[in-house]
Nanobody, 121 residues
């Protein structure tokens, strides 16, 4: 059974950086991509970034372009989301997901429990 665990969230001031980590256990060929999504109170879950395990292809949502970088360590089955130049609007629970999709919530079948990121102004 696939298990997804995120870590690295916390409180940071505007302009600062955080690195989120996501470890996927029991991954099969069906989980070809790792995605990061976020959800703020009262808002829908939003696509942030995704990466494919085999060819290192990357995709970014509009809110992440130019500020966030996604990467993976194949040997550790771990992905990372490096968030730079954080702004208060980035405050949300960040979720890691494993599945065959890229940017759509419905394309992912395994989700972590989320890690809180809070950016102070």
């Amino acid at each position: 059974q696939v298990q997804v665990v995120e870590s690295g969230g916390g409180l940071v001031q505007a302009g600062g950086s955080l690195r989120l980590s996501c470890t996927v256990s029991g991954r099969t060929f069906s989980e070809s991509a790792m995605g990061w999504f976020r959800q703020a109170p009262g808002k829908e879950r939003e696509f942030v970034a995704a990466i494919t395990w085999n060819d290192d292809g990357t995709w970014y949502g509009d809110s992440a372009k130019g500020r966030f970088t996604i990467a993976r360590d194949i040997a550790k089955n771990t992905g990372y989301l490096v968030m730079n130049n954080l702004i208060p609007e980035d405050t949300a629970v960040y979720y890691c997901a494993a599945g065959p999709g890229i940017s759509a919530v419905e394309d992912y079948r395994s989700w972590g429990q989320g890690t809180q990121v809070t950016v102070s102004s």
